[in-house]
């Protein structure tokens, strides 16, 4: 189980799922424009493992230059159900986490200047 949960845990997995889900099938360079600060060669590597475990097909045509196209598939989108939840979570209480990480870099600011 650990290597499920450490592949969907990891820093852009998730970033593409959720990105793929609000784009449909999607090219390359439209996810990375739409994920944002991802390298390429670290969606490439993400891409690549997703394809691995069947959440995401890729899908290149015999064209120049060569289009490659990447959807979620069933296996893929039946793992954003319970992944909504925690994006659903995570968006309700960001405020709360973000207040909580002030306070304690606030608190360790203090004692770094007192020790």
């Known amino acids: ?3 499920v949960l450490d592949r969907i845990g990891d820093r852009w997995s998730m970033l593409v799922l959720l990105t793929l889900r ?4 999607l090219r390359f360079t439209a996810l990375k424009t739409q994920i944002g600060d991802v390298s390429q ?16 097909s890729r899908t290149a045509y ?15 989108s039946s793992l954003l159900v319970p992944l909504m ?8 209480h960001h ?7 002030a306070a ?12």
Do not use: I
Request: charged letters at 25%; zero cysteines.
């Open 1 to 3: 189980m650990r290597d």
């Open 62 to 76: 015999p064209t120049v230059p060569p289009r490659v196209d990447y959807a979620l598939t069933p296996l893929g």
């Open 22 to 25: 609000e784009g449909g099938t």
């Open 41 to 56: 060669r670290m969606l490439a590597q993400t891409l690549r493992r997703l394809e691995q475990d069947g959440l995401v």
């Open 104 to 115: 304690y870099r606030a608190s360790s600011d203090a004692v770094a200047m007192a020790g």
């Open 85 to 92: 939840g925690l994006v659903e979570w995570a968006a309700k």
């Open 95 to 101: 405020g709360q986490l973000r207040t909580a990480r």
